[in-house]
T-cell receptor, first 114, second 115 residues
């Protein structure tokens, strides 16, 4: 069975600090997909990134970056120079090949103080 | 393009009442699912469907029914509401493209309170 663990429940930082969110996953499949979603205080779920298990190239998108390491089964997410608008709950999720079902971590609440 | 539309956004039920949460998508996705979100537990899968006429149970199916008569619609029925079903409910749709599993597209959510 697949499983996603986000060990950090809450993180509080001051604006402009960097924030790294940890995500560790378990799966028996060799082909799988990892996702990060953001849930701002308004409640909707916003898709941020998708990676497949064959692509370990790390990615940077503006102030966001992702570090995927199969050797440690981790898919960590970093917000550089955080802003108040980054305050949200962030979810890591996993799905296995040809299986639509998503398994979510418990989420990490990020609070960025001005 | 509306994406995934959920109604209602808010609902208060009395214990024992029944109701249906509506979900519709206009992207022709074959896969639709219902999740519930509770504090500290992330999103948990209630029921899912891989196409019209096909449904299956997820992680927490008890107390809920679903049906999928069309590709577009996937309603969730609470048979006899209980306080334990107080939660935020999300409907999602997705598909498998050339690059494999796509991200799930979520509705706006329904905040349900059972008193």
């Amino acid at each position: 069975a697949q499983k996603v663990t986000q060990a950090q429940t809450e993180i509080s930082v001051v604006e402009k600090e960097d924030v790294t969110l940890d995500c560790v996953y378990e799966t028996r499949d060799t082909t799988y997909y990892l996702f990060w979603y953001k849930q701002p205080p308004s409640g909707e779920l916003v898709f941020l990134i998708r990676r497949n298990s064959f692509d370990e190239q790390n990615e940077i998108s503006g102030r966001y970056s992702w570090n995927f390491q199969k050797s440690t089964s981790s898919f960590n997410f970093t917000i550089t120079a955080s802003q108040v608008v980054d305050s949200a709950v962030y979810f890591c999720a996993l799905s296995e090949a040809n299986d639509y079902k998503l398994s979510f971590g418990a989420g990490t609440t990020v609070t960025v103080r001005a | 393009n509306a994406g995934v539309t959920q109604t209602p956004k808010f609902q208060v039920l009395k214990t024992g009442q029944s109701m249906t949460l509506q979900c519709a998508q206009d992207m022709n996705h074959e896969y639709m699912s219902w999740y519930r979100q509770d504090p500290g537990m992330g999103l948990r899968l209630i029921h899912y469907s891989v196409g019209a006429g096909i449904t299956d149970q997820g992680e927490v199916p008890n107390g809920y029914n679903v049906s999928r008569s069309t590709t577009e619609d996937f309603p969730l029925r609470l048979l006899s509401a209980a306080p334990s079903q107080t939660s935020v409910y999300f409907c999602a749709s997705s598909y498998i493209g050339e690059g494999g599993n796509t991200e799930a597209f979520f509705g706006q959510g329904t905040r349900l309170t059972v008193v």
